[in-house]
T-cell receptor, first 116, second 115 residues
Framework: AQKVTQAQTEISVVEKEDVTLDCVYE???????LFWYKQPPSGELVFLIR??????QNEISGRYSWNFQKSTSSFNFTITASQVVDSAVYFC?????????????FGKGITLSVRP | NAGVMQNPRHLVRRRGQEARLRCSPM?????VYWYRQLPEEGLKFMVY????????ESGMPKERFSAEFPKEGPSILRIQQVVRGDSAAYFC?????????????FGQGTRLTVV
């Protein structure tokens, strides 16, 4: 069975600090997909990134970066120079289905508060 | 191109009533997924549908819950005889084709409160 663990539940930082959100996953499949979603206070889910199990390259998108380490089954997310607008709940998710996004298994989420 | 539309955004039902949640996928999307988010929890998969077919309902409670995605019109998640424990946010997501490398598009969710 697949499982996603986000051990941190709440993180509070001051604006401009860097912050890393941890995600550890469990799966028996050799092919799987990892995702991060953002849920701002307004409640919608915003897709941030998808990574497949064959691609261990780290990715950077503006202030966001992701570190995928298969050896430790982790897919951590770092926000550099955090801003108040980054305040949200962040979910890591895993899919064992080929390609698309059916049957995502989500972690419980990390509530990030960025204070001015 | 409108995103995934869910309505209503907020729904209040008394115990024992029926709740109907609607999801209109993005244009061109023929796959719909429903997830439930209980308070302080992550989202849990409920059901995956294609037009007129239920593909995977392994996450659906055995009783009172049903889902459909007709040839025309939105997907409907139906909860009969609601109980307080059904209070949650229900999210719908849509995608183009299973097996394609594509991102999930989620709706804004329907927040169901059972009083």
């Amino acid at each position: 069975a697949q499982k996603v663990t986000q051990a941190q539940t709440e993180i509070s930082v001051v604006e401009k600090e860097d912050v890393t959100l941890d995600c550890v996953y469990e799966t028996r499949d050799t092919t799987y997909y990892l995702f991060w979603y953002k849920q701002p206070p307004s409640g919608e889910l915003v897709f941030l990134i998808r990574r497949n199990s064959f691609d261990e390259q780290n990715e950077i998108s503006g202030r966001y970066s992701w570190n995928f380490q298969k050896s430790t089954s982790s897919f951590n997310f770092t926000i550099t120079a955090s801003q108040v607008v980054d305040s949200a709940v962040y979910f890591c998710a895993l899919s064992e289905e080929a390609g698309a996004n059916s049957k995502l298994t989500f972690g419980k989420g990390i509530t990030l508060s960025v204070r001015p | 191109n409108a995103g995934v539309m869910q309505n209503p955004r907020h729904l209040v039902r008394r115990r024992g009533q029926e709740a109907r949640l609607r999801c209109s996928p993005m244009k061109g999307h023929s796959h719909v997924y429903w997830y439930r988010q209980l308070p302080e929890e992550g989202l849990k998969f409920m059901v995956y549908l294609q037009k007129e077919n239920i593909i995977d309902e392994s996450g659906m409670p055995k009783e009172r819950f049903s889902a459909e995605f007709p040839k025309e019109g939105p997907s409907i998640l139906r909860i009969q005889q609601v109980v307080r424990g059904d209070s949650a946010a229900y999210f719908c997501a849509s995608s183009t084709t299973q097996g394609r490398y594509t991102e999930a598009f989620f709706g804004q969710g329907t927040r169901l409160t059972v009083v």
